[in-house]
């Protein structure tokens, strides 16, 4: 393995939020060399969440979901609209799809996700919500008497049902499972939510897949797997994800699910070894916390970008400083409370921990009533490891902290 340059840049791919965070950890841990971010998007890093929620229904614009640029970050050079398109982890170098090939003396891998396609051939009327750009084309056809089809009853699913829904359209929910959101919230909780969707006008077809899309110039039908059809304007597919790890591949990097990380984000080999000068942060990062166990997971949760982001920062600027800090940061131990949020009609749902561990028969009311504002707890073992809160976001904060202690 060749020497790293050290006059060469921290190179970071993936110039979303995860990518933002390790930069800016980067300059407040006190590294002052070079960074260069890369990002597939044309856009400068913004906010994902609203993109399916409030922004959706009014100003879909780069302004309104940017994050503020920060003092520090004003000698970072960025390189948007650019893929990486492959690396060489002995040669330290980046390799994109303008050609060119860069030197890196750190990579942190930060290329998120991106969205899962229906196997079906393309036409107008189809849409996926991953990105700004997939928002900008959606909203232009999301037009009051709609008829729109949403595939997939996860939370970015109901999330975008209630907001078509909110825009006038009529709104159908296609989904395999037998209640939305089932998988990460319980039956319990995915029962009420049904309801409360249903009561919004929301319509929920469970346990059936599509089978086809029609249409000559542009959607005209869904044609679903139990043989009914549904007329339609618009679909919606929310089907899930896929990681962003081809560029990686001839790496010996493990990426069998997303990218295998140390609790350090120090990037994992297929042998077992943890790269000092390759971090992996967000979504894609598979790493372990000792919050719950040392299994390695990804979690996409809104909070993970940013706590992963600066955790790698922190070790990577500790490495590169070689001032014998860094072996004492990397055994720092690193716990963040994964949480999400989701606004769906007046429906305020909010997370910590991990609900998605438990089995039905562990999860139970703590405080109020289902039907109106409650927290909900999430049990493993007779350890508190998960609480949502339909409202009641207030009364959430002991349980979160109950959960970072270890949920005795």
């Known amino acids: 393995m060749a020497e790293a340059n050290p006059a060469a840049p921290v190179v970071i791919v993936g110039a979303a939020m995860g990518g933002l965070r390790a930069a800016e950890s980067l300059r407040r841990s006190g590294y002052t060399g070079a960074i260069r971010v890369v990002g597939e998007e044309l856009h400068a890093p ?6 399916s ?3 959706l229904a009014t100003d879909v614009t780069h302004e309104a979901v940017a994050f503020p640029s920060r003092a520090e970050m004003g000698d970072v050079e960025w390189m948007l609209g650019v893929r990486a398109t492959a690396v060489d982890l002995d040669a330290h170098t980046l390799t994109t799809d303008d050609g060119s090939v860069q030197e890196w003396r750190a990579l942190v891998i930060a290329t998120g996700l991106r969205a899962r396609r229906l196997d079906f051939a393309p036409i107008a009327g189809r ?4 990105s700004l750009d997939d928002a900008m084309a959606l909203r232009a056809e999301l037009t009051e008497g709609a008829r729109v089809v949403v595939v997939g009853s996860g939370f970015l ?14 709104v159908t929910i296609v989904t395999p499972s037998a ?7 319980g039956d319990l909780v995915a029962k009420e939510m049904r309801r409360r969707l249903t009561e919004e006008g929301v319509e929920i077809f469970s346990g059936v897949t599509v089978a086809a899309i029609n249409g000559e110039a542009s959607v005209e039908s869904v044609e679903l797997s139990d043989g009914r059809v549904l007329e339609a304007d618009v679909v919606i597919e929310s089907v899930g994800s896929h990681c962003n790890i081809e560029w990686l591949e001839g790496t010996n990097l493990d990426v069998s699910d997303g990218v295998l990380a140390d609790n350090a984000m120090r990037a994992v080999t297929t042998d077992g ?3 000092d000068d390759v971090y992996v942060v967000g979504d894609i990062a598979r790493f372990p916390n000792p919050m719950f166990d040392d299994v390695p997971r990804r979690v996409e949760h809104w909070n993970i970008p940013t706590d992963t982001g600066k955790r790698a920062g922190a070790v990577l600027a500790a490495h590169l400083a070689d001032d014998g800090s860094f072996a004492d940061v990397v055994a720092k131990p690193f716990a963040p409370v994964p949480s999400f949020w989701s606004n769906q009609f007046e429906i305020k749902l909010q997370a910590y921990g991990l609900l998605g561990l438990v089995s039905d028969d562990d999860i139970r009311v703590l405080e109020g009533d289902l039907s109106d504002q409650a927290a909900v707890g999430y049990y493993r073992d007779g350890r508190l490891v998960g609480v949502l809160g339909i409202g009641m976001k207030a009364a959430l904060l002991p349980y979160r902290k109950q959960i970072a202690e270890g949920g005795a």
């Open 127 to 130: 849409h996926v919500v991953r």
């Open 53 to 55: 929620k409030e922004v």
């Open 179 to 185: 209640e939305p959101m089932m998988r990460p919230l």
């Open 46 to 51: 913004y906010n994902r969440p609203p993109l």
């Open 157 to 170: 699913g109901c999330e975008l049902s209630a907001t078509a829904r909110k825009l006038g359209c009529s």
């Open 273 to 275: 070894i943890a790269l």
